[in-house]
């Protein structure tokens, strides 16, 4: 690994000599939060600060627009064209022509992108697996033309390719030469490439001086793990670092606001939240108990709590923005028929449930809220308080009968619908999952909705699906956590920052940065 390091430091300063624009001396430093850098493999990063660092190190057959979130609105990266057939079943992409890998691995080829795609779609190198269900052959034409068959038309295929998750395309060279530690030292296409990673002190990664986009105004990125939000807005006003992840609530960005030469960006896709009621742990097998908690949650106090500008309350369980979502079916908040509710289960005198909570400020609580609002019709939660690890342990191994869970996803309704609510999903099941209800009430029109033949007869089985779930009370829709970040009036992205899918901004060849 250190000669890989030192094989990009030498690159990158002699390409700095022949390319004076890129700036090798102007270094960008990133304050991330809690949570230690668990990999840089682009097809298992989930974690936050992961896919932040990954977003800025490769790149997609197409790529959402810097600053932007639209699924419909992407635009090509490493593809520079492609064909659909008219049936949708066949999609044909023409690669960039002398697109080059960081460091010494050569160009991109139609063989590199094959190989990153079936990793991407294999549950055993890929947490995205599920993502390319649809799949059924990738091949490679010639070096600069890839195939790729669908199994039934997919009208959001673009986004599966795109620059986010399993699309990301890395070196097969490179990912077959360091192999399981291809998370410690990836190699892509993008504008940053990884140079040096100190465990829980910050990662560094090096402009990638032949991009194909042009050089990078920005030299270098050195990611610092700062844990508490009190010494990140420190090391922001004090400008030890330029740009840091923000707390997402609306007091601590309106008081970010008002700090001289700090701008805030608040953005979307936010982290959805939801509330999955685990009806395998009685009295939860009871519908009449699950309608009970969710005339119990009073979301718009959450709402209140967390801040209008930060929080996006939710209607249904599809996150709101998405494509497809409908809330035609939602949840009425009211307590006497919650009471009425449990006294026909014969649960008048109330009942305890258990969950397992993070300790992060983005959960527990707004966790402590909720148990307060149960415990208003005699339910009883009781909390046990673990660390942000162990939440995610103990939530895949059916520990708690009430899981708080947040996620972002692609954009539409497919994709958060198979995630978290296809039996498929289910904790313990065949793609390990996060369907901690152990749902299952919308399977079928889930499954058809991906082969429906227009979009018209897709949103009817998404609306359909979604009133199924919300019916049988699987999870109850809280709202949506969007991205919160304060960056120096010094630094500048090269775009209007409205959305990122990464959920961080993007650090592009046009990021500019100006001394003090």
């Known amino acids: 690994m250190r000669r890989h390091a030192a094989a990009l430091m030498v690159l990158f300063v002699a390409a700095c000599t022949a390319f004076p624009a890129c700036a090798s001396d102007i270094v960008l ?22 896919k932040a660092l990954v977003s800025w190190m490769f790149n997609g057959l197409v790529r959402f627009r810097p600053g932007g979130a639209d699924p419909a609105d992407m635009e090509a990266d490493l593809a520079e064209r492609w064909e659909r057939s008219a049936d949708g079943l066949v999609w044909t992409f ?3 022509p002398g697109v080059r890998f960081h460091g010494e691995w050569g160009t991109v080829t139609a063989d590199d992108v094959v190989y990153s795609l079936r990793r991407a779609a294999d549950a055993r190198r890929s947490a995205f697996s599920s993502d390319f269900a649809g799949v059924e052959s990738v091949e490679a034409l010639d070096e600069a033309t890839v195939r790729i068959v669908l199994k039934y038309p997919d009208a959001h295929f673009l986004g599966r390719v795109s620059n986010y998750h399993g699309g ?40 990638h001086p032949t991009y194909f986009r042009g050089a990078p105004k920005i030299g270098a990125i050195e990611v610092r793990a700062i844990a508490f939000d009190s010494a990140r807005e420190l090391a922001l006003a004090s400008g030890e670092v330029d740009l840091i992840y923000g707390k997402r609530e609306q007091r601590w960005a309106e008081a970010a606001r008002r700090r001289p030469g700090v701008h805030v960006e608040i953005f979307g896709p936010g982290e959805f939240r939801s509330l999955h ?10 519908i009449r108990v699950r309608r009970a908690l969710a005339a119990a949650i009073d979301v718009d106090e959450l709402v209140r709590y967390v801040g209008e500008d930060v929080a996006a309350k939710g209607c249904s369980i599809v996150p709101p923005g998405y494509l497809g979502e ?26 305890t449930l258990n969950a397992v909570v993070s300790n992060i400020q983005a959960q527990r609580p707004i966790m402590t809220i909720i148990q307060a609002q149960l415990a208003r019709i005699g339910v009883r939660l009781e909390m046990q308080i673990v660390d942000h690890a162990a939440y995610q342990s103990r939530i895949r191994k059916d520990m708690g009968a009430l899981v708080f869970y947040g996620a972002a996803r692609f954009p539409v309704a497919d994709a958060y619908l198979t995630a978290f609510f296809h039996s498929s999903a289910e904790v313990g099941g065949p793609n390990a999952g996060t369907n901690f209800s152990h749902c299952a009430a919308a399977d079928a029109q889930i499954e058809a909705a991906r082969a429906a033949p227009d979009e018209a007869t897709q949103r009817a089985l998404w609306k359909e699906a979604q009133r199924l779930i919300m019916e049988d009370v699987c999870a109850i829709p809280l709202f949506d956590l969007r991205q919160v970040w ?17 959920l961080a901004p993007p650090i592009t060849e046009a990021t500019t940065l100006t001394p003090p």
């Open 29 to 50: 430093r990133v304050g991330f939060g809690p949570g230690e850098i668990s990999t840089l493999d682009p097809h298992r990063a989930s974690a936050m600060a992961d």
């Open 94 to 96: 023409h690669l960039r």
């Open 168 to 207: 990301h395309i890395v070196s097969r060279k490179a990912s077959e030469q360091s192999g399981e530690a291809f998370g410690a030292q990836p190699v892509g296409a993008g504008p940053f490439a990884f140079v040096e990673r100190r465990t829980q002190q910050y990662v560094r990664l090096a402009a």
């Open 277 to 286: 009621l685990n009806r395998r742990v009685p009295p939860l097998d009871d």
């Open 326 to 351: 409908d809330c035609s079916a939602r949840y009425v908040f009211d307590p006497a028929s919650a009471k009425a509710l449990l006294a026909e289960a014969g649960l008048k005198g109330g009942f």
């Open 486 to 502: 304060a960056r120096s009036d010094r630094l500048e992205f090269g775009y209007a920052l409205k959305g990122a899918m990464n």
